[in-house]
């Protein structure tokens, strides 16, 4: 791509004299800023708090599996611990990582914008997710929550004694994050593209961010009215989820499902999109099927709505609904498959430089084959009898959430950091922290698929004695993984002070995020970009704004 | 219940072995891509590895018979694998007309299961081999879900309902019971056995212990009891309609629709005496929510069920 830009003396943007970084001081100007690359180390910040919050949890629940017994926490503790994790890690982490972190920072950068569309609504978005988050972490310290992540009626309501109402409060609140961030990105990516940035010169991390921004709008409000109901019903003794009032506990589920499975979706896709640029990058290549794999992030936005009932096969709903799920289900299957196999023609012939975003987007690739490889066993109707509530849909989810998700967040991460902070970071150290996550994950998930197949079900705080050892061997995977995360976060950390300087482009990537300095200045492109060839144009010279700078 | 490490459940119900083929299919079938992904990377990243920095590789943009290749080669793979499922799936899903029927009331955190002739167990379950056997499940709190990992069968115990199962054990023995569903504090202690006997020592154990009334007869004491047979007499005239031969019967509403007398039907006009009411009839039975317990309605609808039964 070229831009043009307002020659400038090179060596003040290699100071990094002026950067939206250093451009203001002080508290009031990070806690009022309305800059989306501020905002999203805001986010980046928040996040991490939660993934380190929900991943102590994780911790705890392993370490009380190391023995049947049950002799580490309460049952209550237990209950507590594995619900805040899925409420910490699900709301709190996921949803927001790839969308709120990396979308807030690169989306108007990679569109020649200098913000996004409402940047006001951006930092209210970051205030709802900051009072949700808030109102979760008063929940668990008030005295926690024991329903699961799912909130299943009518123990919610009715049966549990934790402050459920307090927790669904704050994933109400956080909901009206999502929406306002996803109106942002589907307003700024329609309006302000800049000139000759068509729909088809796009990269594909936007295609991917819009496809999820459509979900976030159209799913996320369902949540809210679900809350409503229980609130309604609980307030006025209007029977909706009670059996005892005439209701039906099940209409939860399926309230629940339709906005919680595109959430799984709304997690996973900004990662695809993550991927297909760290795979060009790291093969300097184009994407193989550029319009195959943007479409097929809409085909799984749109189809991923239609999919909810799949996990209510065992519930008694009617046989040929399940049918039509199920079937649907394996209908999405499909263009996830098309994503794998064109990122993996992307590499063919290209030049592949293993460094520590490519080690994380090749370790997504193989955990998120498995992950969606094992989601076609629970499709399978009759399997998923078997299969429903065990150990296999643990395993399966965190292939999909942590092998998929989180490797496309660390991926994306490593990738634009030195965009980010302007440094480079200890590659040997990232790699090593990259490899010990993809073995440590494997190690504590994979003895999970034959747990579940066993028969062993999820959520249990003591279980039969002869699992144990398949309980040992995952526990001893979650040290690993462990310290996997330590590492690749204490290198990050480090880079901060003792990085080198990263340059605009360290990757020799393509993109107008990279014609940039690193740290980009508060408005990101000193005069309005023109965007002149396709995406991923990596036969072409580098341009680099050092280069045309002096030119 | 074998106590000792094992990597492969065992196979204890008719629906087993299919379910456990279907699960070695998908197992091929993910391998089989799994493996050829991961090769194909490795290769690739082998062989296409950046040898300087000047490189620069001729883009190669896409292929439209690569792309319909694999979207529709998986697409027929998925295909067949669901109409795999699908039909194993409505195998599962119908009982067989002679299956003995058992009936069970979930609740925190306990199984509490009938039999028929009377003998009840909590907890428990004995079963007799090689018979088909149907559940009638309800939940008298949250939801569980009655899971029977060596039979490969599982289904939700749901509050203010119905849910049935069926399996036909095919190997005398004991086996984990377990409730999947999770269901509060005390969810994985909501476990127990299944007991699959041989049908003579099933028979002794039946009619061992004290020798209780069976499910019809105390069906049949609640139904004086409660009142029920002040209105609802053998012939009719009564205030209310005749049960006899009401159930599995359709049964004209005021409302005009017709609906047919099932377990659900019988339940929620006990409990809910005016949401459908019988054409011809007043909406004046008073309800009996909340003051008859789930077993005690599982005995009122399996004596209106006998009710129905040619007599001998």
């Known amino acids: 791509m070229t831009t043009t830009v307002t020659p400038e003396s090179p060596a003040a943007a290699d100071r990094g004299e002026d950067n939206y970084l250093n451009h203001e001081y002080g508290i009031k100007s990070w806690l009022l800023t309305v800059d989306h690359k501020r905002i999203g180390l805001l986010y980046l910040i928040t996040t991490t708090m939660f993934f380190a919050l929900g991943g102590v949890f994780a911790g705890l629940i392993r370490l009380e599996l190391m023995t049947p017994q049950g002799d580490m926490f309460q049952a209550d503790t237990y209950n507590k611990l594995f619900t805040m994790h899925g409420v910490a890690m699900i709301f709190f982490f996921l949803i927001p990582s790839v969308p709120a972190v990396l979308g807030n920072f690169v989306l108007p950068l990679m569109i020649g914008a200098k913000d996004v569309a409402f940047p ?87 295609w ?26 609980n307030l ?45 990058c790291f093969s300097r290549k184009a994407i193989f099927g550029y319009s195959f794999v943007a479409f097929s992030s809409l085909a799984i936005a749109l189809l991923g709505f239609l999919v909810w009932g799949h996990h209510m096969f065992t519930t008694g709903q009617s046989v040929y609904a399940s049918m039509v799920f199920s079937f649907i289900t394996f209908f999405i299957a499909v263009p996830t498959a098309v994503k794998v196999f064109n990122w993996t023609a992307t590499m063919y012939r290209g030049s592949i430089d293993l460094k520590t975003p490519m080690l994380y987007a090749i370790g997504f690739m193989g955990l998120f084959l498995i992950g969606g490889l094992t989601g076609t066993f629970l499709s399978t109707m ?29 991926s994306g991460l490593h990738f ?46 003591v279980y039969p004695e002869e699992f144990q050892i398949l309980h040992v ?69 580098d341009v680099l704004l050092a280069d045309k700078a002096s030119h | 219940m074998s106590k000792d490490f094992s990597l492969h459940p065992e196979l204890a119900s008719t629906f087993a072995l299919p379910v456990d083929l279907l699960y070695f299919l998908l197992v091929a079938i993910s391998t089989f891509f799994t493996v050829a992904v991961v090769v194909v990377i490795i290769v690739f990243c082998v062989k296409y590895r950046r ?104 289904r939700d115990v749901v509050p203010g309902r119905y849910n049935t199962m069926w399996f036909e054990s095919t190997k005398v023995g004991e086996y984990h019971l377990f409730c999947a569903e999770y269901c509060g504090t005390q969810h994985s202690t909501m476990i127990g056995k299944v007991v699959v006997m041989e049908e003579q020592d099933y028979q002794n154990w039946l009619s061992g212990g004290a020798a209780g009334e069976s499910m019809v007869e105390a069906g049949m004491r609640q139904f004086e009891q409660l009142g029920c047979a002040t209105c609802h007499k053998p012939q009719s005239g009564g205030r209310g309609p005749t049960l006899t031969g009401v159930y599995g019967a359709p049964v004209q509403l005021a409302s005009g629709d017709i609906v047919v007398a099932d377990e659900a039907y019988i339940r929620e006009s006990i409990l809910q005496p005016t949401s459908q009411v019988v054409n011809g009839y007043q909406p004046i039975m008073p309800t009996f929510q909340g003051q008859i317990s789930e077993e005690t309605l599982l005995q009122l609808i399996t004596y209106i069920k006998s009710l129905s039964e040619p007599t001998e």
């Open chain 1, 120 to 206: 006001r609504l951006n930092l209210l978005s970051w205030y709802c997710y900051i009072t949700g988050g808030a109102l979760a972490t008063f929940a668990i310290v008030a005295g926690g929550v024991d329903t699961g992540w799912t909130f299943y009626t009518p123990y919610s309501s009715t049966y549990s004694s934790g402050f459920v109402a307090l927790a669904l409060t704050g994933v109400f609140i956080n909901g009206f994050s999502s929406i306002l961030t996803g109106v942002n990105f589907l307003t700024t990516i329609h309006k302000m593209r800049a000139p000759g940035m068509t729909w088809f010169r796009l990269p594909l991390f936007i």
């Open chain 1, 208 to 233: 991917a961010h819009y496809a999820t921004s459509l979900m976030m709008i159209l799913g996320t409000p369902v949540v809210a009215i679900t809350l409503l109901l229980v609130a309604l019903e």
């Open chain 1, 236 to 280: 006025l003794g209007i029977g909706i989820f009670n059996p005892d009032l005439g209701g039906d506990p099940i209409l939860m589920q399926h309230l629940f499902w339709f906005y919680s499975h595109p959430a799984v979706y709304i997690m996973i896709v900004p990662g695809f999109g993550v991927i297909s640029e760290v795979i060009a």
């Open chain 1, 382 to 410: 009759a399997m998923d009898i078997h299969l429903h509530d065990t150990y296999f849909v643990v395993s399966h989810f965190h292939y999909v959430m942590v092998g998929g998700m989180v490797m496309a967040y660390l």
């Open chain 1, 416 to 461: 634009w950091w030195p965009k980010m902070t302007g440094r480079l970071y200890n590659e040997a150290m990232a790699k090593t922290g990259a490899v010990l996550i993809f073995l440590g994950f494997n190690l504590t998930f994979f003895p999970q698929f034959v747990l579940g197949y066993l028969g062993m079900p999820r959520r249990y705080h």
């Open chain 1, 473 to 541: 061997a995952s526990t001893g995977g979650a040290t690993v993984l462990g310290l996997g995360y330590i590492i690749m976060f204490s290198c990050l950390i480090y880079s901060l002070f003792r990085g080198a300087k990263a340059g605009p482009n360290p990757w020799t990537a393509k993109g107008l995020e990279w014609e940039i300095e690193s740290p980009p200045i508060a408005h990101n492109f000193h005069e309005t970009p023109i965007v002149t060839s396709e995406p991923y144009a990596y036969e072409e010279e």
């Open chain 2, 51 to 154: 040898r300087s920095e000047d490189e620069r590789p001729k883009p190669i943009h896409g292929s439209l018979p690569l792309e319909l290749a694999w979207s529709i080669i998986p697409f027929f793979i998925c295909m067949g694998v669901f109409t795999l499922g699908a039909d194993m799936f409505f195998r599962m899903y119908r009982a067989p007309a002679d299956a003995i029927d058992v009936y069970v009331v979930g609740k925190q955190w306990m199984w509490k299961i009938q039999h028929p002739e009377g003998k009840r167990e909590i907890n428990e379950l004995h079963v007799p081999v090689n018979t088909p056997v149907r559940l009638t499940m309800t939940s008298e709190d949250v939801i569980h879900a009655f899971s029977i990992p060596a039979f490969r069968t599982k």
